[in-house]
């Protein structure tokens, strides 16, 4: 069930996360076994990696699902405003205080979730006072009384709480405090089995957006299962939908993949020979110019450069056109 909170809502359940992989069946059912319970959770993991996706999934499925589910980036708000952000204020609290105040995050979330995202960038002033709303179940608004609120905490993190502790950037009272169910989504890397269920999934999802039904060749998914998508499952979705967008035919082909993946895929030569960086350079533009079908708007986005640039470069390495559809 979602909120009816405008803006507030958890639009994903467990049946939206994509994962045939051993590791991801047995992250869908803790999650589902703890969803049930008011206890504080902590989930780790790599950036990319679904971590709000699956403290959606949680409170979708938990005792306050017909309440609000508010997500705050810790690391997204700054430093200066991080107090009335999350514990809002009252009129009159500071210079430029709006008449009527202005409830905070945690107000909000009363009588559903609040998601944590990356709790290890909180200030530690911040995390004093997080610490003291678990305790006591109640929040102050700056210039304001005590307000009771009665909300489920999940807090995320891509960084080693453990080793922030031991630096002083993190209290350990509070890192106990949210730490009572901790759950880590391993990266995509380690779960090669989802590269497949995802891709497919993601193939699927944008063949439908399209109306064209695409497939990908078994030397493409190949190339996928090689990598080590340091940016996980956001990394992959962002190149299935690339790779679709330049796909001519209804078949994803290795070429159709960017090329910064297939140079870290591709096997080097036996014996490799040494080649200087304007050889390196003028390859790596003749292969894009020559997947974009000499689509010189098309090859500039993909090398990143523009237009004018580019054509510029051919010149330079004298990289024939007069078989290619040139287009300025």
């Known amino acids: 069930m979602q909120s009816s909170n405008h803006g507030m809502e958890a639009r994903y359940t467990f049946e939206d996360i994509i994962g045939s992989s051993r590791e991801m069946q047995e992250i869908k059912k803790q999650a589902s076994l703890v969803a049930g319970s008011d206890s504080s959770i902590l989930i780790t993991g790599d950036s990319g990696t679904g971590k709000e996706l699956l403290a959606q999934a949680i409170h979708n499925q938990s005792m306050c699902s017909a309440g609000p589910f508010v997500a705050v980036n810790c690391g997204a708000i700054p430093r200066e405003l991080v107090e009335s952000e999350l514990f809002g204020y009252e009129y009159g609290a500071f210079t430029g205080a709006r008449q009527g105040g202005n409830p905070g995050k945690f107000e909000l979330a009363s009588g559903g979730t609040i998601f944590l995202d990356e709790i290890g960038e909180m200030p530690p002033d911040m995390q004093v006072r997080l610490l003291r709303v678990l305790q006591e179940k109640q929040i102050s608004r700056i210039g304001g009384a005590f307000i009771p609120v009665d909300i489920r905490v999940i807090a995320a993190t891509n960084k080693d709480l453990s080793r922030e502790m031991t630096k002083g950037n993190f209290r350990a009272d509070l890192f106990w405090r949210i730490n009572v169910i901790h759950i880590n989504i391993p ?116 090398l990143g450069i523009s237009r004018k640039t580019l054509y510029s470069k051919m010149m330079e390495y004298n990289i024939p056109n007069n078989k290619m559809r040139i287009i300025k």
């Open 187 to 302: 990266p995509l890397v380690q779960r090669k089995d989802d590269i497949i269920t995802l891709t497919n999934h993601f193939i699927d999802k944008h063949s439908a957006l399209r109306g064209v039904k695409y497939r990908i060749d078994p030397k493409a998914m190949n190339v996928l299962i090689s990598y080590d998508w340091p940016g996980n499952v956001r990394e992959l979705e962002n190149t299935i939908e690339r790779a679709v967008s330049f796909c001519p035919a209804s078949t994803i082909l290795p070429d159709q993949l960017p090329l910064y993946i297939l140079s870290k895929t591709r096997k080097p030569a036996k014996k490799p020979r040494a080649v200087t960086i304007k050889e390196a350079e003028r390859e790596v533009i003749h292969e894009a110019v020559k997947q974009c079908s000499g689509n010189i708007t098309k090859a500039a986005s993909v």
